[in-house]
């Protein structure tokens, strides 16, 4: 089995793709030990020292370090990663997904807010999955479209930058209701 690496625009992230699907469907994203439970390839990742998050994709894994080196780090994960999906044992051992949930927003919103996740799902979850992350719809409120961020994008330097003058701007110029983007 071989895992390509790449690097994100988040210098705490890399993000490995084991050429093989992670998530049949959503994503997962796991910040410690306890919520990785639910996922036999996420709490092998964690029993790495200094592996501080995990995040699933359709068919990438983003694991984000503390302050260990990557030279250090890489060789384990990549390890933990073959050596998971050798074993033959699910990715997850029951519904990890977290796409799922209700969003908050006045249902007068109803059109804007359609609009918002359609253009999150067609335009920007790809491109930023594409940088081992992910971003989804919290809520929209007077004007203000909340965002959660996570995976590579969670903690990148370069996250407020994509808010503010790639999605900010896309979601204003095709729902004129929108004036601004924030991060949950």
Known sequence: MFIQTEATP?????????????LAEGTADFTD??????SPLASRLFDIKGVRGVFLGSDFI????GDEEWQHLKPMILGAIMEHFMSGAPVVAETANDDTGTAAYDPEDEAVVATIKELLETRVRPAVAQDGGDITFSS????VVYLHMRGACAGCPSSTATLRHGIENLLRH?????????AV
């Open 174 to 182: 095709f729902c004129p209701e929108v004036q601004e983007v924030q």
């Open 62 to 65: 983003s694991v984000t370090k």
């Open 33 to 38: 030990k306890g919520e990785a439970l639910a």
């Open 140 to 143: 929209f409120r007077d004007g």
């Open 10 to 22: 988040n210098p705490s992230t890399l993000k490995f793709i084991p050429g093989k699907a992670v």
